[in-house]
Nanobody, 117 residues
Framework: QVQLVESGGGLVQAGGSLRLSCAAS????????MGWFRQAPGKEREFVAL??????IYANSVKGRFTISRDNAKNTVYLQMNSLKPEDTAVYYC????????????WGQGTQVTVSS
């Protein structure tokens, strides 16, 4: 059974930083694209970042502030979030095995990130 478990969310002031982690179990994801999405209240879920081998892609809204990385030995993906803004407030979801259209085969349960002004 595949599981993606996020951690690291919380409350932070604007300008602060958080690092999200996504620990995968049930299969090895080292050869698959992994990513992060987020969903703010009343809005649709949106793409944040993905990593495929050494290639990373970011949404324009987070480019230069967020960094996605992975540790294949730990089967874990990270999202380092710096210079956080109130508009970054959302539930952040880990996504596993993204296909060529960027659609994941697996989702984590989500972790809340709240940025206060």
């Amino acid at each position: 059974q595949v599981q993606l478990v996020e951690s690291g969310g919380g409350l932070v002031q604007a300008g602060g930083s958080l690092r999200l982690s996504c620990a995968a179990s049930g299969r090895t994801f080292s050869t698959y694209a992994m990513g992060w999405f987020r969903q703010a209240p009343g809005k649709e879920r949106e793409f944040v970042a993905l990593i495929r081998w050494s290639t990373t892609i970011y949404a324009n809204s987070v480019k230069g502030r967020f960094t996605i990385s992975r540790d294949n030995a730990k089967n874990t993906v990270y999202l380092q979030m710096n210079s956080l803004k109130p508009e970054d407030t959302a539930v952040y979801y880990c996504a596993g095995a993204l296909n060529s259209d960027g659609l994941p085969a697996y989702w984590g349960q989500g972790t809340q990130v709240t940025v206060s002004s």
